[in-house]
């Protein structure tokens, strides 16, 4: 990570890994079609409304800061998107789940369907993108899409390396989680829901029981 000179006005576009994944495929995938806006590296704490210089020096440790430069690596920037408002708005749009406790057995499942209070109609053009932490946990599946082609965020912004590889990321307008089989023991992950037009997540626990098998006295059991 670099930062960037900002006494004057920088334009730094560069492709992400994912960018340049889709204009090496050749096979017209590669089309920019929106954008968005972000402000990551902003820390409005140092926003002073108490600087004795008046009003006009309220943000000037911000409005002075470095400006970080463009990342190829999608799954760590643009966490915190900005978003335009009617006029005279007081509230921000904040993405809300039915349930944000899911318990499952073997084979159970549950809906999940994310709605956005605060701004009407939000989300409702691209939808959100939904992560699974854990692979080994559950199936997660669409079952209603947007009906766009590659409407989703890419990667979500707060999960590791590490944590990514296990990961599985699908994007609709509402899913089903489905349960797996865990013989050893009770199975926990998350759910992470974002909007892809609003930003802002939702997190859902997720606990898979260990699976209870029966078994008949007197009758061994054969390994398969």
């Given at each position: 990570m670099g930062y960037l000179d900002n006494s004057s006005i920088t334009v730094d576009a560069i492709l992400t890994k994912k960018?340049?994944?889709?204009?090496?495929?050749?096979?017209d995938?590669?089309?920019i079609t929106q954008f968005a806006l972000a402000d990551d590296e902003i820390d409005y704490d140092l926003y002073n409304p108490?600087?004795?210089?008046?009003?006009?020096?309220y943000g000037i440790v911000i409005e002075n800061?470095?400006?970080i430069e463009a990342l190829p690596d999608e799954t760590q920037m643009m966490k915190?998107?900005?978003v335009t408002l009617p006029s005279r708005s007081t509230r921000i749009p904040v993405i809300s789940v039915q349930n944000r406790n899911i318990t499952l057995s073997s084979g159970g499942t549950a809906s999940i369907r994310p709605y956005t209070r605060n701004f009407n109609r939000g989300n409702q053009t691209f939808g959100y993108t939904a992560i699974l932490s854990d692979s080994d946990a559950a199936f997660l599946r669409v079952t209603r899409g947007t009906g766009r082609r590659g409407a989703g965020a890419t990667v979500p912004a707060f999960i590791g390396d590490n944590e990514a590889a296990q990961t599985v990321t699908v994007s609709g307008l509402s899913f089903e989680v489905i349960a797996k089989a865990q013989p050893v023991e009770?199975?926990?992950?998350?759910?992470?829901?974002?909007g892809n037009e609003t930003g802002g997540s939702v997190t859902i626990n997720l606990t898979i029981e260990k699976q209870?098998?029966?078994t008949t006295p007197g009758v061994a059991l054969e390994a398969l």
């Open positions: 960018g340049r994944q889709l204009l090496a495929r050749g096979r995938e590669f089309k108490d600087h004795p210089l008046g009003t006009a020096f800061m470095p400006v915190y998107k900005l009770d199975k926990t992950a998350t759910i992470t829901v974002v209870e098998l029966e």
